[in-house]
């Protein structure tokens, strides 16, 4: 026999070894002496059987003798029988040919070696795979510091760091203006305990009616007398009738002394009804515009618009002046074209 592997020479004339096989007696008809239709003859193309092997094989199926071994059952089939002597086994359970040990096991340790050399690498690869999901290889705080500071060594990922924060700060500075905004410090107001205020200073008694000492006007002929104006006396009267239907009528009031003026009122028409019910008021006329000139040093003239008011009309003199006498004078007056005459009821002076 050539020195080659006999798993390669097994391989080589595995034809004519499954022929001598099968046509044994003991392992049951092959029909014919064929495998599958082919010649019991026919070996492995290019290949010639090797005379020493078939040797072999015949004296090994004729230990395999009837009276040996237990008559095999005839339920098997070819295929099983040659996959039993293929994996070194005899077609019988507790049998073991001389031909399946000694080539048998060529085929099946390489089966074995290849399923030794497969589970690590498959265990490689699946402890591989768990690998990111082992928890002692995902790394606490630190390892998460570590992976970061390298990512930020890389430059693209420190430009991109970089401009998020430029970014975020031109934010904050427009939002907040640029400015420190201080909360409003609360002022607290301390108000003084109030104070009675201090009394106001007494001040000038409230003049008193002044009566003066004469009054005289020249009117034309039926006028009353200029002192009725101040008598107080219901049904009296100053009338005064215009010359050449003029206004112009003046009554000069004598106080007798110096005095403060502070005001001057008067009723500007008769503010009287008769017993018999006539009304004095529109039998003459009203003076609807008056002066008064006093004989201080300025020569001070008050002018008041009595409006034709049926009340007493007071005029305020302030300051107040020094006089002793006042001229009155009616600028204007109020009436029918055909009542001439104009009346005044009452005339009050106040001062001290």
């Known amino acids: 026999m050539p020195a080659e592997d006999q798993g390669d020479v097994f391989l080589r004339n595995r034809g004519a070894v499954l022929d001598a096989l099968l046509s044994d007696p003991a392992l049951g008809s092959s029909g ?11 070996a492995a193309p290019g290949h010639e059987p090797d005379p020493e092997l078939m040797a072999s094989i015949a004296a090994s199926a004729a230990a395999a003798s009837p009276s040996s071994s237990p008559p095999r059952r005839r339920e098997s089939s070819a295929s099983e029988r040659i996959n039993a002597l293929l ?8 049998t073991h040919s001389s031909l399946g040990s000694e080539y048998a096991g060529v085929p099946a340790s390489r089966l074995r070696e290849a399923a030794a050399d497969d589970p690590p690498r498959t265990e490689t690869s699946s402890g591989a795979q768990r690998l990111p999901d082992q928890p002692g290889r995902r790394g606490g705080p630190e390892q998460l510091a570590r992976d970061l500071a390298t990512q930020l060594r890389k430059p693209k990922v420190a430009l991109g760091v970089a401009a998020a924060l430029a970014v975020l700060l031109v934010f904050i500075l427009v939002v907040t203006g640029g400015e420190d905004k201080q909360p409003d410090q609360l002022q607290v107001l301390t108000q003084p305990a109030p104070t009675e205020p201090a009394p106001a200073p007494p001040g000038p008694e409230p003049g008193s009616v002044i009566v003066p000492e004469s009054a005289k006007s020249q009117c034309p002929p039926g006028g009353t007398d200029a002192m009725d104006a101040f008598s107080g006396e219901p049904g009296k009267a100053w009338s005064c009738a215009r010359a050449y239907q003029v206004d112009g009528q003046i009554m000069r009031i004598d106080l007798g002394k110096t005095y403060e003026i502070e005001s001057i009122a008067i009723v500007p028409g008769w503010d009287h009804v008769g017993t018999d019910g006539v009304d ?7 003076v609807s515009r008056v002066s008064y000139q006093f004989d201080d040093k300025d ?12 009340t007493l009309v007071e ?11 006042i001229v009155l004078t009616v600028l204007e007056s109020n009436g029918s074209s055909s009542v001439n005459t104009t009346a005044i009821s009452s005339i009050v002076i106040t001062g001290r």
């Open 280 to 286: 004095q008021w529109a039998k003459y006329r009203t």
């Open 315 to 325: 005029t305020r003199i302030e300051p107040p002046v020094q006089a002793s006498e």
């Open 32 to 42: 014919g002496g064929t495998v599958a239709g082919r010649p019991a003859s026919a």
């Open 87 to 94: 994996s070194g086994q005899s077609p019988d359970s507790g």
């Open 299 to 310: 020569d001070t003239v008050y002018t008041q618009e009595t409006l034709d008011q049926r």
